[in-house]
């Protein structure tokens, strides 16, 4: 079976410092995947998505970048943090060559940023 | 006009209540409708989805898709406490770009009593 993991589970950061989340994927081969950032009240916000090893599609432009270095790894970064950085980031993956309608989400990471 | 709208309640109903949860959209071209569940600082988990128009039956939930109203809507039967937790709509379809995208509500809160 398919399983997700994403670590940290929780961090505090302060503003200007770097950020490194990681997610990986087991169980399935070239997954699609998806960095999702949810602020409270509000509706997961795509990031990033990639289709495949070096293939990275930004959503919305801001001070965070996204790597895929492994088939089933996608790392999430930023080089100086913000305070409206803070959220809960969540991972997904879905079917290769399928519609993303089917995402299965990673457990997330919490971010302050005080 | 936001593509998609959710009431995030929250919604507080007793135990054993039929719970409905709704949501609006704009885009036509949406033909995909699912439902996510999120448990308090978990990641979503996919409940159901449903393709084009029509209902679909699991167990105690049914999802409702009507296209002509850009309104869908999920039931729960026999509400139990631990169905508390918030109910995200989500739908796809091909984007303005022609690439296919994922669009999350906002969520709604419920709290089942017992």
């Known amino acids: 079976s398919q399983t997700i993991h994403q670590w940290p589970a929780t961090l505090v950061q302060p503003v200007g410092s770097p950020l490194s989340l990681e997610c990986t994927v087991e169980?399935?081969?070239?997954?699609?995947l998806y960095w999702y950032r949810q602020a409270a009240g509000r509706g997961l916000q795509l990031l990033f998505y990639s289709v495949g090893i070096g293939q990275i599609s930004s959503e919305v432009p801001q001070n965070l970048s996204a790597s895929r270095p492994q088939d089933r790894q996608f790392i999430l970064s930023s080089k100086k943090l913000l305070l409206s950085d803070s959220g809960f980031y969540l991972c997904a993956w879905s079917t290769t060559g399928a519609p993303s309608y089917e995402q299965y989400f990673g457990p997330g990471t919490r971010l302050t940023v005080t | 006009q936001k593509e998609v709208e959710q009431d995030p309640g929250p919604l507080s109903v007793p135990e054993g209540a039929i719970v409905s949860l709704n949501c609006t959209y704009s885009n036509s071209a949406f033909q995909y409708f699912m439902w996510y569940r999120q448990y308090s600082r978990k990641g979503p988990e996919l409940l159901m989805y449903t393709y084009s128009s029509g209902n679909k039956e699991d167990g105690r939930f049914t999802a409702q898709v009507d296209k002509s109203s850009k309104y869908i809507s999920l039931f729960i039967r026999d509400s139990q406490p631990s169905d508390s937790a918030t109910y995200l709509c989500a739908m796809s379809g091909r984007g303005v770009t022609g690439g296919f995208k994922t669009i999350f509500g906002a969520g709604t809160r419920l709290f089942v009593k017992a």
């Open positions: 169980g399935t081969s070239n997954p699609n």
